[in-house]
C-alpha cells in the first residue's frame, strides 16, 4: 500500500467516525468541501489531526491545516507533504 493510500485510509476512517457518515460515502467524495458539502465544525477537525499527527509521526498547524485543505484530496496532499519533508 501506497503512501498516499495509507493517508486516505487514516483520512476516510477518522472522517466516517467523526461524521458518521458511511466510508464509501467519503471515499466517494474526496473532492468535497470539509465545511460546506461534509458540514464539519472547527472542532471536529482536531481528532482528524490528532490521528494523523500519531500514525505518521509529523506535527500538523492547525491553522495550515484549515486554510490549506478546503477538501478531503488537499488534506491528503498537505500531510503527503509533511512526511515527505521529514
Known amino acids: 500500500m501506497s503512501l498516499r493510500e495509507q493517508i486516505v485510509d487514516i483520512f476516510v476512517d477518522v472522517i ?7 466510508k464509501e ?3 466517494s467524495n474526496l473532492n468535497a ?4 458539502d461534509f458540514n464539519m465544525t472547527s472542532l471536529e ?6 490521528k494523523l ?3 505518521f509521526d ?9 486554510t490549506n485543505a478546503q477538501t478531503a ?3 491528503i496532499d498537505l500531510v503527503l507533504e509533511i512526511v515527505n519533508r521529514k
Open 73 to 75: 484530496n488537499d488534506g
Open 58 to 66: 509529523i506535527d500538523i498547524d492547525y491553522h495550515d491545516f484549515l
Open 53 to 55: 499527527e500519531e500514525e
Open 33 to 36: 468541501k470539509f465545511n460546506d
Open 16 to 22: 466516517s467516525a467523526i461524521l458518521d457518515t458511511p
Open 25 to 27: 460515502e467519503i471515499l
Open 45 to 50: 477537525y482536531f481528532p482528524l489531526i490528532g
